[in-house]
């Protein structure tokens, strides 16, 4: 199946720097890919959608200039968490959708930890 | 290396009937296990979040188990409707080796309910 990388899977932090994020699509090309968090013991929920070559749409409540998504190929989206806070430590995890299809690959994750 | 296998692949059932969904996973050692829903062309949903020391959480119609010893979680959908007409998931979060912090996914199992 499609494999999609996502880097690093551990970061650690000092607040008010920022962190990216990679999302890379190794053998397939996407056209749309997605942006989740996960707080601990809490869902995983959707940060954004991003859409190769135009804005990311964000979903409510989520601050589009602290999280800047950029998605500049068709295989590469990367999140930057902009002015990391110690309230901003969870887990990111991207998927990538192949372009003409449904069906979603997942990254491994990023557990990020702002000190 | 973390393998997560989702039996069936795919299920077909008349509106009512209440079905199950088998996930199993190679490594034990695990942080969490969660079962997701996706919808054509949409993003995931998170449904349950079961973590290793738990058992079981129900929400709704849905009740999750977990045997994590024999590295097994079912997903039970009471009374189904044609609105549960998705793919489901469950993925792994890892707490061991080499899948330490990583999300592993199942392929998932598509489940449609014919009215």
């Known amino acids: 199946g499609a494999v999609v990388s996502q880097h690093p899977s551990w970061v650690i932090c000092k607040s008010g720097t920022s962190v990216k994020i990679e999302c890379r699509s190794l053998?397939?090309?996407?056209?749309?890919m997605f942006w989740y968090r996960q707080f601990p013991k809490q869902s995983l929920m959707l940060m954004a959608t991003?859409?190769?070559?135009?804005?990311?749409?964000?979903e409510q409540g989520v601050e589009k200039d602290k999280f800047l998504i950029n998605h500049a190929s068709l295989t590469l989206s990367t999140l930057t968490v902009t002015s990391a806070h110690p309230e901003d430590s969870s887990f990111y995890i991207c998927?990538?959708?192949?372009?003409?299809?449904?069906?979603?690959?997942f990254g491994s994750g990023t557990q990020l930890s702002v000190l | 290396k973390q393998e997560v296998t989702q039996i069936p692949a795919a299920l077909s059932v008349p509106e009512g009937e209440n079905l199950v969904l088998n996930c199993s996973f190679t490594?034990?050692?695990?942080?969490?296990l969660q079962w997701f829903r996706q919808d054509p062309g949409k993003g995931l949903t998170s449904l349950l979040l079961?973590?290793?020391?738990?058992r079981e959480q129900t929400s709704g119609r849905l009740n999750a188990s977990l045997d994590k010893s024999s590295g097994r979680s079912t997903l039970y959908i009471a009374a189904s409707q044609p609105g549960d007409s998705a793919t489901y998931l469950c993925?792994?979060?890892?707490?061991?080796?080499?899948?330490?912090?990583?999300?592993?996914f199942g392929q998932g199992t598509i489940l449609t309910v014919h009215p």
């Open positions: 998927s990538a959708r192949v372009t003409g299809e449904v069906k979603l690959f």
């Open positions: 053998d397939f090309q996407a056209t749309t």
């Open positions: 991003s859409n190769e070559g135009s804005k990311a749409t964000y």
């Open positions: 490594d034990s050692a695990i942080y969490n």
């Open positions: 079961i973590q290793s020391s738990q």
């Open positions: 993925a792994v979060r890892g707490a061991g080796g080499t899948s330490y912090g990583k999300l592993t």
